[in-house]
């Protein structure tokens, strides 16, 4: 593989950002209590930092499709996350609380300027996104994307910096916990031969 420093930096800079937004989104509309793996997509199995699954995604910095492979492993390698278990598939076992927290990670992926996905959306182009969706997602959408477009909508642009993260409206003990992951992760690429940041 090639991964460069820029690659992994890219790929920190992207995932903290859906992290602070979704995060900022269970926060102010009181979801998420239920899920054992927070800050999104920072800890447990298959979290988006861990070695085998940054090191994997990050390749899609380079040649989308000579790393076609390496991507979809990362891909199966995070949904092994709680909020995956619950959302991404029919579970009997989900509850209101899970399915609300996968409907929102969906729609934040989607506001956010993802090539894969057909780039940046408005929550009205998203409303017309989802109706293809499974049967059990939909409903889910729908009731949760009036509600966050009712809310004053987060500034990611202002993450730019990895040992400088603004909080855009966290929950404070998570906000905590995130940079505390962004720089444990820092430290074990530092330790792998990549110097990112100080």
Request: charged share 25%; with cysteine; aromatic share 8%.
């Amino acid at each position: 593989m090639t991964l460069t420093i820029n690659e992994l930096k890219k790929w920190i800079l992207s995932t903290v950002k859906h992290s602070s937004q979704v995060e900022y989104f269970l926060n102010q509309l009181n979801v998420g209590s239920e899920d054992p793996e927070r800050p999104h997509d920072l800890v447990g199995p298959g979290n988006k930092l861990e070695w085998e699954v940054m090191s994997n995604f990050a390749l899609q910095y380079l040649n989308k499709g000579r790393y076609k492979p390496n991507i979809i492993e990362a891909r199966e390698l995070h949904r092994q996350q709680f909020h995956h278990r619950m959302w991404n598939e029919y579970n009997p076992n989900a509850t209101i609380d899970s399915m609300e927290v996968g409907a929102i990670d969906a729609i934040c992926s989607l506001l956010e300027n993802r090539r894969y996905q057909g780039g940046q959306h408005t929550y009205d182009e998203i409303l017309k996104i989802i109706e293809s969706n499974s049967i059990h997602k939909v409903p889910w959408f729908k009731l949760v994307i009036p509600k966050m477009k009712t809310l004053v909508q987060p500034d990611l642009t202002i993450i730019t910096d990895l040992n400088n993260i603004p909080n855009i409206g966290m929950n404070e003990q998570l906000y905590e916990i995130l940079k505390e992951r962004v720089q444990d992760t820092l430290a074990m690429l530092k330790s792998k031969g990549y110097q990112i940041g100080n």
